[in-house]
Structures are given as structure tokens and as C-alpha cells.
T-cell receptor
Framework: SAVISQKPSRDICQRGTSLTIQCQVDSQVTMMFWYRQQPGQSLTLIATANQGSEATYESGFVIDKFPISRPNLTFSTLTVSNMSPEDSSIYLC?????????FGEGSRLTVL | SQELEQSPQSLIVQEGKNLTINCTSSKTLYGLYWYKQKYGEGLIFLMMLQKGGEEKSHEKITAKLDEKKQQSSLHITASQPSHAGIYLCGADYTDKIIFGKGTRLHILP
């Protein structure tokens, strides 16, 4: 099984600023995903992080707001840009490989 | 319309009773994941089903995937307070994995 390290684990940010979340997997995974979990809700897929190319975004999420990078098979970043209080949420990185789906511990963002 | 429907949204069950949670996809799945989450905590992996007709069990929890690979059920036998939480199904469509809206399970003593 893979271990996913995600940081920061939590942060409090000011409106209008941007924050980058990092995700490191200890082994190669086929796919990496970024999810958002708002309080009391399920996981919503933001995008699939593609190695060396642009991420594939789900409906309602755009690259300008959530730029994603994946320079190699074990590392990805998600930036939440120009944050507003509505972006307050838990952001989860996950990796998929050999039929298993692994999750990071999540990054809890609070936007004031 | 939703690709993945999970039902019921909420379930209140007397301790000791059985219960079933369902997850239905509008298209064929490559695989189906079941997770549990306690409030404010991380996701706990329960089971992953990949073959049509597959059934897996762990302790008192059994999950099944239908032959057409579009519907899964999670069944808990003789529920206990430790089963309380939010249950999530995740559908693997090969290019992405999306989750249902979750089922909140409450166990009454």
C-alpha cells in the first residue's frame, strides 16, 4: 500500500490570497486525484492530476481557480487561488494504483 | 443527473438490527469502493469490488456488486454503536473516481 503525505494539514487564510497544497506519495501511483470535502458533505472530485500535462477538471472547477501540477508520478500540488470564505473546506489528495485508492490526511482550509 | 446515487441519505437503526445501503451507477463501473468516516476524522477503507457478482465480507459488513456492475449494496448484520458514521461509495470509471453523497448511519442503543 502507498502512504500519502499532504501539507499543510491546516491553514487559516485571508480572503483574496492563494494557498498551495502539496501531496507526496511514497511509491508510484497510476493516477492522482484532488477532492474537496465541505463540512458534513461527501467528497467532490475537483480534478485528475495528469503527469506532465494539464489536469482534467470536473464540471464546476476551472484551472484558473484550482491550478494543479503533477511533475512526476509521486508528487502533485493544488493551488486554491483568490480564496473566498466559500473555499473553506478540507482538500484531499488521493493516489490510485493496482486497484487501490489511497488518501492523504487532508488539508483543512479556513478562509476569513 | 447524477452519475452515482447513494441511498438512503440517512439511516437510524436500533442496535442489533440489520441494515442495507445502496449505491447505483448510471453506467458500468470498473470498480466500487466502500469507505466509512467518523465525523471530523479521516476515511476508513472497507472494501473494494471489481468483478460482476462479487461479494466480500469483513466482520459484520458484507458488500456486493451486481452482475452488470452498476449497483452495489453494503449490508451490516447485527449493528453495533461502532458502526455509526458516514458511509461513502466510490465509483471507479477508469479515468476518475467519484463518490456518492454518503449515508449517515445512527445506531440507537
Amino acid at each position: 500500500s502507498a502512504v500519502i503525505s499532504q501539507k499543510p494539514s491546516r491553514d487559516i487564510c485571508q480572503r483574496g490570497t492563494s494557498l498551495t497544497i502539496q501531496c507526496q506519495v511514497d511509491s508510484q501511483v497510476t493516477m492522482m486525484f484532488w477532492y474537496r470535502q465541505q463540512p458534513g458533505q461527501s467528497l467532490t472530485l475537483i480534478a485528475t492530476a495528469n503527469q506532465g500535462s494539464e489536469a482534467t477538471y470536473e464540471s464546476g472547477f476551472v484551472i484558473d481557480k484550482f491550478p494543479i501540477s503533477r511533475p512526476n508520478l509521486t508528487f502533485s500540488t493544488l493551488t486554491v487561488s483568490n480564496m473566498s470564505p466559500e473555499d473553506s473546506s478540507i482538500y484531499l489528495c488521493s493516489g490510485y494504483g493496482t486497484g487501490e485508492l489511497f488518501f492523504g490526511e487532508g488539508s483543512r482550509l479556513t478562509v476569513l | 443527473s447524477q452519475e452515482l446515487e447513494q441511498s438512503p441519505q440517512s439511516l437510524i437503526v436500533q442496535e442489533g438490527k440489520n441494515l442495507t445501503i445502496n449505491c447505483t451507477s448510471s453506467k458500468t463501473l470498473y470498480g466500487l469502493y466502500w469507505y466509512k468516516q467518523k465525523y471530523g476524522e479521516g476515511l476508513i477503507f472497507l472494501m473494494m469490488l471489481q468483478k460482476g457478482g462479487e461479494e466480500k465480507s469483513h466482520e459484520k459488513i458484507t458488500a456486493k456488486l451486481d452482475e452488470k456492475k452498476q449497483q452495489s449494496s453494503l449490508h451490516i448484520t447485527a449493528s453495533q454503536p461502532s458502526h455509526a458514521g458516514i458511509y461513502l461509495c466510490g465509483a471507479d470509471y477508469t479515468d476518475k473516481i467519484i463518490f456518492g453523497k454518503g449515508t449517515r448511519l445512527h445506531i440507537l442503543p
